[in-house]
């Protein structure tokens, strides 16, 4: 067997056989999710032409705390999460399931 087939036959085998403990899925999907929210608010504001600070002065925050979201630095309250879409013009969604999870921003339309 080549390296490259070897290679993929030793990928599909870790994919396979994820041998990670529970925490280190549970981390690795808590990771996921805050680059997720990171990435969502990140082109929203940039969808809006705004700076972090005047996000930040939008949604009643600082801007270091703005830098921290997009920056997936920390754990938002659902407060924080209220904020951020209403400073956003957005409904923010998120959708939990057992293996998977999603985060979408959805713009409110102009009346």
């Known amino acids: 067997m080549n390296h490259s087939r070897w290679k993929l036959a030793r ?14 899925k549970e981390l690795d999907r808590e990771i996921s999710l805050s680059m997720a929210l990171a990435q969502v608010v990140y082109d929203r504001r940039k969808a809006l032409g705004l700076s ?25 309250t659902l407060s924080l999460l209220a904020k951020l879409a209403k400073g956003l013009e957005a409904s923010l969604n998120i959708a939990i399931d057992q293996d998977d999870a999603s985060l979408t921003l959805t713009a409110h339309e102009a009346a």
Not at 64 to 74: N, P, Q, V
């Open 11 to 24: 990928d599909k085998e870790l994919t396979e056989q994820d041998g990670r403990s529970p925490e280190l």
């Open 52 to 76: 972090q600070e005047e996000l930040a002065r939008r949604c009643g925050l600082t801007q270091a705390k703005i830098s921290r979201i997009e920056g997936s630095d920390t754990v938002p």
